[in-house]
């Protein structure tokens, strides 16, 4: 089992940064993919970020990339995602997820965490 908690959300002006980050329980940690969505009101869910078990490989939303950098620390068990350049349509509750599997695989896997809101003021 694998439990994940995300923090480092918040209220932050255009233009600003924040550093979100998501720690995992579990022993397997650096052998799982990780990935960052977020989910606005009325919207599906979508996909930012993800990093590979060794981070190798990340990969990015068109609508983020060149401003969000995903990371890993696997000694910290912990993923995180550097938002800079802030818009209003960044505004979401951003969730973390991890899988067993690639990067590919991440979207269907059990392990979310809870979220963590991101509001992004003009």
């Known amino acids: 089992q694998v439990q994940l908690v995300e923090s480092g959300g918040g209220l932050v002006q255009a233009g600003g940064s924040l550093r979100l980050s998501c720690a995992a329980s579990?022993?397997?940690?650096?052998?799982?993919?990780m990935g960052w969505f977020r989910q606005a009101p009325g919207k599906e869910r979508e996909f930012v970020a993800a990093?590979?078990?060794?981070?190798?490989?990340?990969n990015y939303a068109d609508s983020v990339k060149g401003r969000f950098t995903i990371s890993r620390d696997n000694a910290k068990n912990t993923v995180y995602l550097q938002m800079n350049s802030l818009k209003p349509e960044d505004t979401a509750v951003y969730y973390c997820?991890?899988?067993?599997?690639?990067?590919?695989?991440?979207?269907?896997?059990?392990?979310w965490g809870q979220g963590t809101q991101v509001t992004v003021s003009s």
């Open positions: 997820a991890a899988s067993g599997g690639n990067i590919a695989s991440i979207a269907s896997s059990p392990y």
């Open positions: 579990g022993r397997t940690f650096s052998s799982y993919a």
């Open positions: 990093i590979s078990w060794g981070g190798a490989s990340r």
